[in-house]
Antibody
C-alpha cells in the first residue's frame, strides 16, 4: 500500500524555522515527484512547491520564494520541506503529496495521490 | 495564476439525492482538472482526474464532466459516507496548480 507519513505537529515562534519530513513506503520513491501543499484555517489549499524525482529539480511558488526549501533523501525514501522566517499567517496544516501522472498521446494529466496525513504548524509568540 | 471558483460553497442534501458541484476556471484549462474529497481530520483523496476519469476504487456514483472553463462533479445518489468538502484543482501547464475554495456537503 502506497503511503506517505509525515512528522508530527510543531509549535514555533515568529521568525523561527520548521522542517517537516515526509516518508514514503510502498512505491519506488525515486519515480515520483513530491509536492507540498498547505491549508490555513478556513482557507483553500495553497501549493508551495515540488521536487522532481528524476533529477532533483525543485520549483517553488512565488509567494514562498526565498523562504522555502524542499529536499529529498532517496536512501531514506523521504522528502523534507523547510519554511523559514515563520509568521503567524504560516499557521496551517502542511501536506506532502505524490505527483501522479497519466499520459495519453501528447496530453499528460497530473494529480496528487496519495497525500500525507498532514502536519499542523502553529506559529505563535 | 489561474483562479478556480466553486459553487455552491456549501449544500445540504438527503441520502439518495443527486448532487452537482461546479468549478469554473479563470481561463481555458482543457480537461486538466481533478476533484478531491476531504473528510474532517483526513487528507484529501482523489475522485476524478482529467475532468472525467474515475480514480480506481472510487464508487461509480461519482462522475465528472466539462472542459475549457466549466466543470461539474456529480454524485448520482448521495450516500451517508459522502459528507465532507470537495475541492477542484487544475493541472494545466506547469505548477502552481491552484485549488477551488471547496464545497462543503452535509447530509440532511
Amino acid at each position: 500500500q502506497v503511503q506517505l507519513v509525515q512528522s508530527g505537529a510543531e509549535v514555533k515562534k515568529p521568525g523561527a524555522s520548521v522542517k517537516i519530513s515526509c516518508k514514503a513506503s510502498g512505491h519506488a520513491f525515486n519515480n515520483y515527484a513530491i509536492h507540498w501543499v498547505r491549508q490555513a484555517p478556513g482557507q483553500r489549499f495553497e501549493w508551495m512547491g515540488w521536487s522532481n524525482a528524476a533529477n532533483g529539480y525543485t520549483k517553488y511558488a512565488q509567494e514562498f520564494q526565498g523562504r522555502v526549501t524542499i529536499t529529498r533523501d532517496t536512501s531514506a525514501s523521504a522528502a523534507y520541506m523547510e519554511l523559514n522566517n515563520l509568521r503567524s499567517e504560516d499557521t496551517a496544516v502542511y501536506y506532502c503529496a505524490r505527483g501522479q501522472r497519466d499520459c495519453s498521446g501528447t496530453n499528460c494529466y497530473y494529480w496528487f495521490d496519495p497525500w500525507g496525513q498532514g502536519t499542523l504548524v502553529t506559529v505563535s509568540s | 495564476d489561474i483562479q478556480m471558483t466553486q459553487s455552491p460553497s456549501s449544500l445540504s442534501a438527503s441520502v439518495g439525492d443527486r448532487v452537482t458541484i461546479t468549478c469554473r476556471a479563470s481561463q481555458n484549462i482543457g480537461t486538466y482538472l481533478t476533484w478531491y474529497q476531504q473528510t474532517p481530520g483526513r487528507a484529501p483523496q482523489v475522485l476524478i482526474y482529467a475532468a472525467s476519469s474515475l480514480q480506481g476504487g472510487v464508487p461509480s456514483r461519482f462522475s465528472g464532466g466539462g472542459s475549457g472553463t466549466d466543470f461539474t462533479l456529480t454524485i448520482s445518489s448521495l450516500q451517508p459516507e459522502d459528507f465532507g468538502t470537495y475541492y477542484c484543482q487544475h493541472s494545466y501547464g506547469t505548477p502552481p496548480w491552484t485549488f477551488g475554495q471547496g464545497t462543503k456537503v452535509e447530509i440532511k
